[in-house]
């Protein structure tokens, strides 16, 4: 084998196997099925993803580094790529007993993962008080952003930026809606750099009957502050549609409990939402569930202006009656 066909099968060595040869504990909490985390005994924390070419990439979640297998030699062991390559070839995976199982079959992923993973485990919880932002400007209930429907959906991080996750088909986080603003109504609106658009959402009961999708997490949050969360299951597309997307949809729909009755498509009511809704529509046409357009009543609204206007309304003074 030459040194190049030796190098790139080093690089398809199982690394969350060949990290637990090296003393490193699966993290089975923080782990997903598109990155495992570890830690070492001396409480080093790693991600392992894993490509579509069928190779392992680690990262660093303290110091940002990351690579294959050779760079994880190299950062724990210092040395050479020959001295490298001399630890690789040393190595036989056939003679060490693996300690514990996965918690999860380790999937490919198009994007990296495991950096999305590294940000959004940097990033911490509201926690009872809510997210400043989302409380005192969009002015979302505290009621919604605490409930166990949206437990750990909405994060902060370092900026005081609102995270709010996205998940692929196959259920795994691959990116996450950031969100900030402040008194002067210019708003900063992103997404995670390294992500890919999938599907935020609440967490599923058996109880829902209602599915809703909307354009946005602040709109998701929004309508469910201005109409309850009773029996409805909430889910955002970050703004226009992939056809990865719409294939989430059609799986999030064929997922919804027997009795569910209809899909709520609460977008925004000017022409793109008007759009939106027809793709979507056009993608769920098959679902046993009746798709139902629901815009806000104003032209030109989103569902948090509905949730502003709808607070102004009920602080309103009343006129004294004229006598």
């Known amino acids: 084998m030459d040194r190049h066909s030796e190098l790139a099968a080093f690089k398809r060595l199982d690394l969350v196997q060949y990290c637990q040869s090296r003393s490193f504990v699966i993290d089975q909490r923080a782990s997903s099925r598109s990155a495992i985390v570890l830690r070492s005994p001396s409480d080093e924390k790693i991600g392992v993803s894993k490509s579509t070419e069928g190779t392992f990439i680690f990262y660093d979640y303290k110091g940002g580094r990351g690579g294959s297998i050779i760079d994880f030699c190299q950062w724990l062991d210092g040395g050479t790529l020959g001295e490298v390559r001399k630890t690789l070839r040393a190595y036989d995976p056939t003679s060490f007993s693996v300690p514990s199982a996965l918690p999860f079959k380790l999937v490919s992923s198009t994007h990296d993962e495991t950096k999305v993973l590294a940000a959004w485990m940097q990033a911490r919880s509201i926690g009872a008080s809510g997210h400043p932002y989302l409380t005192q400007y ?146 769920l046409s098959n679902s046993k569930l009746k798709v139902v357009p629901y815009f806000p009543p104003d032209p030109g609204a989103d569902w948090n202006d509905m949730l502003q206007r709808t607070i102004r309304e009920s602080n309103r003074t009343p006129e004294p009656i004229k006598s």
């Open 138 to 283: 969009r002015r979302i209930a505290l009621e919604v952003q605490t409930a166990p429907l949206f437990r750990d959906r909405i994060r902060i991080d370092s900026r005081s930026n609102a995270l709010f996750p996205h998940f692929s088909t196959k259920g795994t986080l691959c990116g996450f809606e950031i969100k900030n603003g402040g008194a002067s109504k210019k708003s900063f609106t992103g997404f995670s750099p390294n992500g890919l658009k999938g599907l935020a959402c609440s967490r599923p009961r058996e109880t829902d009957c209602e599915m809703v999708v909307c354009e946005t997490a602040i709109d998701m949050l929004s309508l469910a502050s201005i109409e309850g969360i009773e029996k409805r299951r909430f889910f955002s597309t970050g703004g226009q549609v992939s056809e990865m997307q719409l294939e989430a949809l059609q799986s999030a729909a064929s997922r919804m409990p027997t009795n569910s009755t209809r899909i709520l498509l609460a977008l925004d009511n000017d022409k793109a939402g008007h759009e939106l809704a027809r793709r979507i529509a056009d993608a």
